[in-house]
Structure formats: structure tokens, C-alpha cells
């Protein structure tokens, strides 16, 4: 964000990961650069306190490599301090206490800014996805949003009630139909596709999150295609005999024979 400004109390001297400089370094630009005000975006409303982003942008914005940045990003999930929600095209981070760092009054005066820079991170990203990305079918121009598991909107949520039950439920639907459309490609049967499928998107009662999620990075298809490969059964293939060793076993086999029919013929004062 080139104007504004946000606070930072003394207290931030304190934090837990304050002598971790790339965590602590990549904290504070998500301050900067999180919405003041909610925003809508192709279709989605990105919240106050929220940052759409991705690890490309992050790593540009903080001059941190993708790997420390996937790093730093854990450490602060693990403590709370954000929950990143991500898809085949962007990640939306939430800093969890947004309010407890930057008093909505004070950054009324912000929105016009806070909207010009989303409309720019937004042009970044999807030039960025649309460079790495080629295979996505979610690129082509105008191509409409649709709904991903990785990401549930706040209108579908409310749609559900807000029920962590039912939002785990949809997004075991929404990961079902994706790894469905991508099946025929690889060739995945249908015994396989149930067995990836309840793996992949187990979770705990009362908990919204399905395992994929607490992945950093998911690629569904990347993950089916080692699924597979592990998956593979394995057939044993018999070298065939040589002549040599198929004509000794004829002969121990003769052998064996004529030394028990000889057994069995001898007299009793031969046996």
C-alpha cells in the first residue's frame, strides 16, 4: 500500500515471533496490505482485515523466498494469528485480530486507498496465475468464478447457517466433483477415486476444515497422480525356466519316482 498508514503498538516488541525476523517481516507487510474496509472481487466479497494475495506476491512484496514465506505462513497459523484460505488461483489470508490492531475509525479515511490497491493486487495476480498457470481451465479471459472448495464464500456460509458440519459437508461435494472431473484423464477407477476422496477431506466433528486443507499448497491433480502411482498394484512376473533347469527337474522328478516304486516292491527282509 503506497498511502496510508497503520498502528503498531510497543507491545509488538513482546510477540512471540519477534526474533523470528522472517515471520515477524512478513506479519507486518500482511498489516499493509489488509483490506480497512470489505471489498468485492470477481463475485466474492474480500473482508476487512483480509488480503488476497498469493505466495508469488507475497515473495515479490517481502523480497522472501516461496519456501520461507510457506514457512512464516504455518507459524502464524499454528499460533492463531491468521487462517488462509486458499485456491488453484490465490490464497485470501485473515489476520484474526484485525481490529485488535488498526480501529476501524481510524481508517475510514483509508477506503478509497484500500480499494485502488485491491483493484492492483487483483490485475497482479491474475497476470501472475495466467503466466504459471496455463493448464487452469479458471484462466481463460472472462471465464466466470466458480465455487471451490478451498475457498467458501461468506454468502455460502450464511446459506448453510454458519454450521461447521454442513460447510464440511459441502466442501467434501465440491472436492468430490473436482477429483471426479479430473478421474477419467488419469484413468483413476472408481474403488480409487472413494479411497483419495475420504482420505483427503477427513475431518473432525464440529470442525469446518477437511485434511487437504491443512495442506500449504494442494494441487488436487498433482496429488491424484501420486495417489495412483502408490496405489499401483504390483505384478509379480516369473522368469521362464531354461532348458537345463526344466531337464534336471524332469530328472528328479523320474528319479523320485522309480526310487519309490522300488520302496514299494521290495521283500519285507529287503526293506
Known amino acids: 500500500m503506497e498511502e496510508g498508514w497503520i498502528k503498531l503498538h510497543r507491545r509488538f516488541l513482546k510477540w512471540e515471533w519477534i526474533d523470528s525476523p522472517e515471520t515477524a517481516h512478513l506479519f507486518v507487510v500482511l498489516l ?4 480497512h474496509e470489505g471489498e468485492k472481487w470477481h463475485g466474492m466479497t474480500i473482508r476487512r482485515g483480509q488480503v488476497l494475495t498469493s505466495l508469488g506476491k507475497l515473495s515479490e512484496s517481502t523480497g522472501l523466498s516461496v519456501r520461507q514465506i510457506r514457512t512464516a505462513l504455518t507459524r502464524l497459523q499454528q499460533t492463531d494469528e491468521i487462517s488462509v484460505e486458499t485456491t488453484s488461483r490465490f ?25 485502488a490497491t485491491n483493484q492492483r493486487h487483483a490485475s497482479d495476480i491474475q497476470a501472475t496465475t495466467n503466466k504459471n498457470d496455463k493448464n487452469n481451465i479458471n484462466n481463460t479471459p472472462n471465464a466466470p468464478a466458480r465455487e471451490d472448495w478451498r475457498f ?3 454468502v455460502r456460509r450464511t446459506m448453510l447457517g454458519n454450521d461447521k458440519n454442513r460447510i464440511a459437508e459441502h466442501k467434501i461435494s465440491l472436492f468430490r466433483s473436482e ?27 464440529g470442525n469446518e476444515k477437511i485434511r ?5 499448497a494442494f494441487d488436487t491433480k498433482s496429488r491424484m497422480q501420486n495417489w495412483m502411482a502408490r496405489d499401483k498394484p504390483r505384478i509379480q512376473t516369473s522368469q521362464p525356466k531354461s532348458r537345463m533347469d526344466q531337464f534336471e527337474e524332469n530328472m528328479k522328478f523320474i528319479n523320485d ?15
Request: with cysteine; hydrophobic share 35%; charged share 25%.
Open 32 to 35: 499493509l496490505m489488509a483490506n
Open 179 to 205: 477429483v471426479e472431473s479430473i478421474a477419467p484423464e488419469l484413468g483413476m477407477t472408481p474403488q480409487q477415486i472413494d479411497a483419495f476422496v475420504r482420505w483427503w477431506t477427513e475431518h473432525s466433528p
Open 212 to 216: 487437504a486443507e491443512f495442506e500449504i
Open 257 to 271: 519316482f522309480f526310487d519309490g516304486q522300488y520302496q514299494q516292491n521290495a521283500a519285507p527282509d529287503e526293506q
Open 152 to 154: 467458501i464464500s461468506s
Open 91 to 115: 490464497s485470501i489470508v485473515t489476520i484474526n485480530k484485525y481490529d485488535g490492531y488498526q480501529d476501524r475509525e481510524d481508517c475510514v479515511r483509508q477506503t478509497n486507498d484500500t480499494q
